[in-house]
């Protein structure tokens, strides 16, 4: 199906020319789907030369009225797949009955989607199915992506009015901070000078989100010290011995860097991104992406101890299958591979790389100038996350001195304490800051175990913060 809508007052600001498609059936699940998918492309950009996939799909409570969420994925350059099938999207993988040479489906009956309308995006253009009409179309940085993926939204909304009056809340997790805060300003600002279409914009949710480059990766040393990953005669030694400072080190400085290089020691077999779980043999990870699919017989089960990693070779068959690429109506040679996060991009301490400029430092200023609105607010951040921890997200929503209107306290999910949460409230501004106990959840095999930072509990927990609208 293709669509072509108009706005007469628009014409002169966008010639919105889309093309989506609703997806009946997908390969790997069985039967029709029970929620409605739509895929599609928006061009962005000087003469359209960005081409951006999204999958949108409708809420399974009350589509007409339920929020709708822009959901923009990490990385950068990880796809909108990611959080669709790993994250708060409406299908996972069925880890424990894929065999063969191709996974299957299965449904999540902790999505997200069951209380909200979710836009997942691939973006920029290089990440998941998105991609340039020309080479320069794949140079990107920070606030080029926040400008384009505005755009997106004001076309996607003019391509779809009967959305136009669900209350909207931007979000996104990890790099993601960085958008979703440039994004949820330049929504606000462009309100304020008649930008169209009107969106009923209500606020922004961001989970482990990085917000301030300093901040985020400077408090690393001190988590692993709360966490029991460095002694404290370590910790101590390295805070007096760097100034506090263990990011911009002056190379001088023997000291400092003697007690960094014990803290790097102490850390070098932890999972940044989630401190309890093991690190996975990558050269055998990538052994069987490079024998497949010729050679993939028994690539499910895949065999050995379980981590994280093995769960992503599953996207990575699925995605890149030509039957699935026709499925979701990709267009055809756009993507020579399909990958959940393009390396080419994605962050590494660097301030650019191949195609990425990181020209955002810091978002505090972002947030601070949110508070003047009418806006709501959801932080959240997994205790064992070591990569954007609990403790820097605190530091900085402190910076922005808000009054307590609730004060510290547990939040529950069937009578177990599920995290701790606050509440800020300044005239019309509201924030809810919550940390998110990462247990696995009951009744969930070792082969598919996930972390409910991103699942079933908080979804409660956006449904009776956020989705009171």
């Known amino acids: 199906m293709v669509r072509v809508i108009v706005f007469p007052l628009l014409i002169l600001l966008f010639d919105v020319v ?9 390969p790997g699940f069985d039967g029709q789907l029970p929620f409605t998918l739509e895929t599609g492309y928006i061009g962005v950009g000087e003469e359209e030369k ?12 009350d589509p007409k009225n339920d929020p709708l969420m822009l959901w923009l994925t990490g990385g950068p350059g990880c796809s909108g797949l990611s959080s669709f099938v790993y994250e708060n999207g409406p299908l996972t993988f069925d880890y424990e009955n894929s065999s063969g040479d191709f996974p299957k489906l299965e449904l999540n009956s902790h999505s997200w989607t069951k209380v909200a309308n979710i836009i997942f995006i691939d973006q920029p253009a290089g990440t998941g199915y998105s991609y340039g009409k020309t080479s320069e179309a794949y140079n990107c940085n920070d606030t080029l992506s926040v400008t384009l993926t505005y755009e997106f939204l004001r076309k996607w909304l003019m391509d779809h009015p009967e959305y136009l009056k669900n209350p909207l809340y931007v979000s996104g997790d990890s790099y993601s901070g960085i958008f979703v805060a440039l994004l949820t300003r330049k929504i606000y600002d462009g309100i304020e000078v008649g930008d169209k279409p009107q969106v009923n914009i209500k606020g922004y949710i961001q989970g482990n989100a990085l917000t301030d480059r300093f901040i985020d990766f400077n408090g690393r040393v001190k988590y692993a010290n709360r966490m029991g990953l460095i002694s404290d005669k370590i910790y101590q030694s390295a805070k007096a011995n760097c100034n506090g400072n263990f990011i911009d ?22 999972r940044p991104a989630h401190i309890l779980e093991p690190w996975c043999d ?25 981590c994280r990693e093995k769960n992503y070779i599953y996207s990575y068959i699925w995605a890149n ?25 994605h962050y590494r301490g660097m301030k650019r790389t191949d195609s990425y400029v990181y020209d955002v430092q810091s978002t505090i200023d972002d947030h601070r100038h949110l508070t003047s609105k009418s806006c709501r607010a959801l932080i959240y951040s997994g205790d064992h996350d070591m990569v954007v921890s609990h403790l820097t997200t605190e530091e900085w929503i402190d910076t922005l001195k808000l009054p307590i209107a609730d004060d510290w306290e547990p939040w529950f999910v069937d009578s177990q304490v599920a995290g701790y949460k606050v509440k800020y409230l300044q005239n019309d501004y509201e924030l809810t800051y919550a940390t998110v106990k990462v247990i696995q959840l009951l009744n969930t095999s070792r082969n598919n175990a996930c972390p409910w930072l991103i699942g079933g509990f908080p979804a409660t927990l956006f449904n009776f913060t956020l989705a009171r609208h």
């Open 321 to 345: 299958d030509k039957a699935v690429q026709k499925a979701l109506n990709v267009r055809e040679g756009t993507v020579l591979e399909w990958v959940r996060c393009n390396e080419s991009m």
């Open 249 to 270: 080190v002056d190379p001088n400085n023997l000291l400092c860097l003697n007690d960094l290089q014990k803290v790097t020691r102490c850390l070098k077999n932890i």
């Open 18 to 26: 889309s093309s989506h498609f609703i997806v009946a059936t997908l």
């Open 282 to 306: 990558l050269p055998f990870l990538m052994s069987i992406l490079q024998e497949t699919p010729t050679n993939a017989q028994s690539v499910f089960p895949i065999a050995g101890p379980w």
């Open 50 to 61: 960005v081409q951006l996939f999204y999958f949108f799909v409708e809420s399974e409570r």
